[in-house]
């Protein structure tokens, strides 16, 4: 089981993005995906989470200007990024809760760059 993150880039003060993450192998179900970003020499800050019935929840600094949303059929989570600023340039990954056959697992997306240029 693995995640696949896509969608990131260089983009201009005030443009936007948007970033794709499929989970694929062996699923039962996911229960909560987020999306989660790490600046040059900074720890790794959540960004945003969305639970399996679609409830959401989003880091102050995002709020307005990033929605994250899921396709529960697709094993996807995306996250719509506007009004980005220079300071949201960071490696944004993904992380899901998977329930596999037999088990439960957390899962890591790769990572994808997004920079914002001012």
């Known amino acids: 089981v693995q995640l696949q993150a896509s969608g990131g880039g260089l983009v201009q003060d005030g443009g936007s993005l948007r970033l794709s993450c499929a989970a694929s192998g062996s699923i039962v179900s996911i229960n909560t995906m987020a999306w989660y970003r790490q600046a040059p020499g900074k720890q790794r800050d959540l960004v945003a989470t969305i639970t399996s019935d679609g409830s959401t929840n989003y880091a102050d600094s995002v709020k307005g200007r990033f929605t994250i949303s899921r396709d529960n059929a697709q094993n996807t989570v995306y996250l719509q990024m506007n009004s980005l600023k220079p300071e949201d340039t960071a490696v944004y990954y993904c992380?899901?809760?998977?329930?596999?056959?037999?088990?439960?697992?957390?899962?890591w997306g790769q990572g994808t760059q997004v920079t914002v240029s001012s």
């Open positions: 992380h899901a809760d998977v329930i596999i056959p037999y088990g439960r697992t957390r899962l």
